[in-house]
C-alpha cells in the first residue's frame, strides 16, 4: 500500500519542476507544458529532461533527472506509456511527487492495467506520489504551477480566485476553467488527478480543507477510492467551507461511459448520495448545476434556510421560477398581512402581491427596491430577482440599485434575466460589477438550491 | 356563449387595424405598438383612433371607430381597464376582433373580474371576437401585425421562420421571441392571447394546424379552458406538425402564482401530461426545455427512434451525456462487434470504442468523420457530438465536416460544446452556418430528448 495519508501539500508549493519528456517542438504536449509554466510565472526552478536535447528554450535541458543537481518536487512526465515506469525508477528518490500526464493505462484495458500496477509498485518503492496517469495535473493561482497540457488560447485560464476544483476527468476540469476564466471567476488550484494510482479525491480533500486560498470546493467524480476515508474527510472539509459535488457514471450507459473513460468502477449512485449527504457535501446533478454552484457560491453564502422571495416584472416567468423552486425543494412561502398590506399601499394597483410580487409591464427601477424592501419584512433567505428587460421605465440604473440594496441588507439576490440583445448587454454590466446573472429560471433555481443547501 | 368555434383566421391575415387609445407621445404604450406596426412593414389600413387628437404621425386620428369608412378587422384596444367596455360597445358590428392589451382585469381580483364579464357580454353581443386582455397580442412575420407593446432595441423581433409560439403570458412570449431573434431562429406567428374571455389555445391550435407558414408549434399554458376540446385539437394539430408544450403552475407555489398573473386555476398537474401526451404533445419541463426544443426543431426533424451515438473527445463530458441521456430515456446503446471491430481498426488504439466513442485529447477533425462513419453502420436516430475545443488538432474545418455529414447522411447531429472564448467563437460559425450549439451536456440531451419524442 502506499502510503495515502501523506502531506500532499508540496504538489501545491514546489520549488522544483521537471518536465519528463520535453521537447522544442511546439506542436508537442511537453512544449506546451513548459511554455505554460512560463506563462503561469512560476517562480521555481524548472528542469527540461531529455536525452535528445542540451537545451529548450534557453533553459538547459537534462539527459536524465538524476543529472540535475536539485531535488525536485514535481516531475511532469509527458512520455508513452510502456516507458513510464521506467523513468520513475531512473528518478530513484530525488522526486517527491509526479504527474503522469500520459494516457494508455486502465483506461485501455489488460495492458494498462498492467503498466499502472507497475508505476505503482516502483512509486511506492521511491516514495513518490503519483498524481495520474491519464490527467491533465495542477493548474494553481497561487503557486503560479500549470500543468494542463492545452494552450491557454484554447482553454483560458482563470484568475486567483476562491474557488478550487477536483476532478477525475481532465476534459471536465479544463472545460469548467475555461468557462470561469470566460466569466471572469477566479480559483485558487484546480486538480485533474486522471486513473488515480495514487493522489485522489480524498488527499485533495484534505488539503484544500486546511488550505487559506481556497473558499469553495467543486468536486467530478466518477468514483470514490475509499468510502469511509472520504467521508472523514469531507465532513472535516465542509465544516470549514462548502464542498459541491456531481458524481457521473450514475447507471447504465453511464456506468459503463466512466469504465472506459478513467477505468472508474462506478457503484450504485444511491449510495454515493447517501454518502454525500453524510458528510455534508451538496451534491449537484450535472454540469449545468456545478457551473450555477461556482457562480453563485462565488458572490454570496450559503443561507441559513430555504425561504424564497421571487419578484419579478414578467408574470409567466415568475411562474416558471415558482414551479422551478416547488420541484427542488425551494420554500416560496407567502406573505404576511402585514406586509402585503404595506406593499399594496407602496406599489400600484395592477402590480400582483403575493409571493411572486409581480410589478408587471409597467414596473420602474424604483418598484423593485420598494418590492425588496417591503418584502424582506418577511423573513425570507434569498431572493431571485426576475428582471425582464423589456419595459420601457426599467433603467440600467438598476443594476447599482440592486446591488447596493443587496450589500447594504446582505442578502443573496439571485439575478435572472433571460432575453436576447439588450438584456446581455446589461448582464455584462451585473457581471462587469462581479454579480452573476442567471439567464433562464431553471438555472436561477439551481443557483438558489445551491445556496440552501 | 362566445361562438368558440368560429374561424379566427382573420386576426392573422387583417386588411386593417384600429389602435383605440392612440397617443403621439413617445412613452406611451399606444405609440409604440403604431410605432412596430409600421416597423413591421403591415400593408394594410392602419386608423389611430383617440378624440384628443386629429393625427398622430402624419396618419390621421379619428374621434371614433365608427368615424373611419372601413370595416375594421383588428381593434387593438390600449385604454385604461375601466373604459374598455364602453369602446367595444361604440364599436358595435364594425369590428371583428379585438386584441385588448390593458391590464387591470381578471388577475386583478373580484373588480377585474366583473370588468372581464362584462367585456364578455358586449363582444358576444357584438359578434367581435376577443384576444386578451392582459396580453401582448400579435407579432406575425406573414401578415406583418405586430401589437407587442415593447420596443424593438428591448425585444428583438426574429425574422420569417417555421416556429409558432401560442402563450398566455406575454412575458414569456416576448422573451422566448427575442432569444430567438438574437439566435437568428425566425418564427411565422407569436400570439399571446392573456387572460383569455374569449380566443385561446385551442382556437390558435386549429388555425395553426392549417397554416402553411407554420413548421413547428410550441405552446406556454398555465391552464386550458376547454380540456376535451383542447385534445381534439391537439391531435389534429400534431398529425401535422410538432407541437411542443410547456404546462407551468405545476403545483403549490406555482399555481398560486399562475392565479394572480392570468387569473388561470391551473389544475393538476398529472391531469395536463396525460392530455398532451393523447394528443401527441412533446411536454417539456419548462423554459430551457421549451428554448432548447425551438432551436433544434428548427434544423432537424423528429426522429424516429430513441438510440443515441455519443462521439466525445473529452472522457468526463461523454460520461456526463450517457447520466443525463439514460436519465431522460434515451438508449444509449452498445455497438455490434462488427462495428466495434473496423471502429478500432480506424481508429488510435487509444481511443475508447464504445458508446460514447471517445476519442481523447489526440482527436484530429478526421477522427469525427471516422467515428461517425463506421458507428453509423449500426442504427442510431441520433448523434450527440459532444466536441471539446482543446486539442490542438481539432481546428475550425471540423465544422463544415460535421455539417457536410449530416447533410449527405440525413441523420441529426447535435453538437455539444461547452467552454469559453475559442469555444464560442468555434460555436458562432456552426450557428453561422444555421446549426445550433448546445453548452451543456444536459441541454444537448435536452435536444435530443426531443427529437426522440
Not at 502531506?7 to 522544483?16: A, G, H, T, Y
Not at 535528445?52 to 535541458?61: A, D, G, M, P, Q
Not at 455534508?280 to 450535472?286: C, D, F, K, M, S
Request: contains cysteine; charged residues 25%.
Amino acid at each position: 500500500m502506499l502510503k495515502k495519508k501523506q502531506d500532499i501539500s508540496f504538489f501545491f508549493n514546489p520549488k522544483s519542476i521537471a518536465v519528463i519528456g520535453a521537447s522544442p517542438m511546439p506542436g508537442k504536449l511537453s512544449y506546451v507544458i513548459l511554455e505554460n509554466l512560463k506563462k503561469a510565472g512560476f517562480l521555481g526552478a524548472i528542469y527540461p529532461v531529455n536525452p535528445k536535447y542540451s537545451s529548450i528554450n534557453n533553459l538547459r535541458c537534462y539527459k536524465s533527472i538524476t543529472e540535475t543537481n536539485d531535488n525536485i518536487d514535481i516531475a511532469v512526465i509527458v512520455l508513452p506509456a510502456p516507458v513510464v515506469a521506467e523513468s520513475l525508477k531512473s528518478a530513484g528518490k530525488k522526486v517527491k511527487g509526479a504527474i503522469i500526464v500520459s494516457g494508455g493505462f486502465k483506461e485501455i484495458g489488460d495492458e494498462g492495467v498492467r503498466l499502472e500496477e507497475e508505476i505503482k509498485k516502483i512509486a511506492e518503492k521511491n516514495g513518490i506520489r503519483i498524481m495520474g496517469p491519464n490527467c491533465m495535473g495542477i493548474y494553481d493561482t497561487i503557486s503560479r504551477v500549470d500543468t494542463f497540457l492545452i494552450t491557454s488560447d484554447r482553454i483560458g485560464r482563470p484568475n486567483k480566485g476562491g474557488i478550487s476544483i477536483i476532478s477525475q476527468s481532465g476534459s471536465f476540469a479544463g472545460t469548467i476553467m475555461d468557462e470561469l476564466a470566460y466569466e471572469g471567476i477566479g480559483v485558487a488550484r484546480v486538480i485533474s488527478y486522471g486513473n488515480r494510482v495514487d493522489v485522489g479525491e480524498t488527499d485533495c480533500l484534505e488539503f484544500l480543507a486546511g488550505d487559506g486560498a481556497t473558499k469553495i470546493i467543486a468536486l467530478y467524480i466518477e468514483s470514490v477510492d475509499d468510502g469511509r476515508r472520504f467521508v472523514d474527510a469531507a465532513s472535516r472539509c465542509t465544516r470549514k467551507k462548502p464542498v459541491i459535488a456531481v458524481k457521473v457514471g450514475k447507471r447504465g450507459a453511464g456506468v459503463y461511459a466512466a469504465r472506459s473513460h478513467t477505468g472508474a468502477m462506478a457503484g450504485r449512485h444511491e449510495i454515493y448520495s447517501a454518502a454525500f449527504k453524510k458528510a455534508g457535501i451538496i451534491e449537484v446533478a450535472g454540469y449545468e448545476g456545478l457551473k450555477d454552484a461556482c457562480r453563485v457560491l462565488n458572490v454570496y453564502k450559503l443561507s441559513k434556510g430555504k425561504r424564497v422571495l421571487i419578484i419579478t416584472d414578467g408574470g409567466g416567468i415568475g411562474v416558471s421560477i415558482s414551479d422551478a423552486c416547488e420541484n427542488s425543494g425551494l420554500e416560496v412561502t407567502g406573505l404576511s398581512d402585514d406586509v402585503r398590506k404595506s406593499l399594496t399601499s407602496k406599489l400600484p394597483h395592477f402590480c400582483a402581491v403575493g409571493n411572486p410580487i409581480d410589478l408587471t409591464g409597467s414596473v420602474t427601477d424604483e418598484y423593485y427596491i420598494t418590492a425588496l424592501k417591503e418584502g424582506l419584512k418577511d423573513k425570507f433567505d434569498i431572493v431571485i430577482a426576475a428582471v425582464l428587460w423589456g419595459p420601457p421605465q426599467l433603467t440600467e440604473r438598476l443594476v447599482d440599485k440592486l446591488i447596493g440594496f443587496k450589500t447594504k441588507h446582505n442578502i443573496p439576490i439571485v439575478i435572472c434575466s433571460p432575453g436576447g440583445k439588450f438584456t446581455k448587454k446589461i448582464n455584462s454590466i451585473f457581471e462587469g460589477k462581479g454579480i452573476p446573472v442567471f439567464s433562464t429560471p431553471e438555472s436561477a433555481v439551481r443557483a438558489a438550491t445551491i445556496l440552501a443547501s
